[in-house]
């Protein structure tokens, strides 16, 4: 009896739909997300430096307001990539594009290459490159201090 209780206990956890290892985005960065007033149809992201800290803002739209937005980070090779997520979070909601402000702060790596890109869980629209910098890797102060705001591409 006790080798079936195991087994079946296993099983249960084997077929959990539980998300317990690392986000496939990267690990998780502080967001803030605000509604922006429907009125606003304009879309947009941007950064800042600031003490060695990369500060990112936008405007995402959703296909409608039940979604929540996270983000996430991950480096590969000079590629610093931040990921938006927007998730939804409820079954039924009003059919309206809703669009989000929303504000994350990541500390800047070794001459990265910023992107980011914008993913939307269960939506059927496509991920979206939002932004792409190369140019962080001036070695000169000024460069850090240098703020730049895009328009969505």
């Known amino acids: 009896m006790r080798i079936i209780a195991v087994f079946l206990v296993l099983a249960s956890l084997a077929c959990s739909r539980e998300v317990t290892g690392p986000r496939p985005f990267g690990d998780a960065l502080p967001i803030d997300v605000t509604s922006s007033p429907a009125s606003d149809t304009s879309q947009w992201a941007g950064f800042s430096f600031q003490d060695n800290l990369i500060y990112l803002s936008g405007r995402m739209a959703t296909p409608d307001p039940c979604y929540e937005l996270s983000a996430y980070r991950s480096i590969q090779g000079n590629e610093l990539r931040v990921t938006i997520v927007a998730t939804r979070?409820?079954?039924?909601?009003?059919?309206?594009?809703?669009?989000?402000?929303?504000?994350?702060?990541?500390?800047?790596?070794?001459?990265?290459?910023?992107?980011?890109?914008?993913?939307?869980?269960?939506?059927?629209?496509?991920?979206?490159?939002?932004?792409?910098?190369?140019?962080?890797?001036?070695?000169?102060?000024?460069?850090?201090?240098?703020?730049?705001?895009?328009?969505?591409?």
């Not at 490159?129 to 969505?152: E, I, N």
């Open 89 to 153: 979070r409820a079954k039924s909601c009003p059919s309206s594009i809703a669009r989000f402000d929303y504000q994350s702060v990541t500390d800047i790596p070794a001459c990265p290459h910023l992107t980011v890109w914008y993913h939307f869980e269960g939506s059927g629209w496509p991920d979206r490159k939002v932004m792409d910098q190369a140019w962080l890797c001036a070695s000169t102060t000024a460069s850090r201090d240098r703020q730049a705001a895009g328009r969505l591409m």
